[in-house]
């Protein structure tokens, strides 16, 4: 494992398997990046606009990766 402090990742480890292949990722987010941590909990468009290009090029990036290569 990674990163042995993280306790979560239920459905990574259940799911990734990459001996076989199949990886998982999981990516946790504060919300103070894309949203309002008071009521009513609203998204900021602003800010969660500033998430985008980042957010697309990490999954880009996933799409892209190759075991091995």
Known sequence: MTDGRFKGGYITRRY????????AVQLEM???TY???????????PRAALLEPLLR????AALDWRPGA
């Open 35 to 45: 949203m309002d941590e008071q009521p009513p909990y609203e998204v900021d468009a």
């Open 57 to 60: 090029a990490l999954l880009q």
């Open 30 to 32: 504060c919300w103070s």
């Open 16 to 23: 990734g398997q990459p001996a076989a292949g199949v990886h």
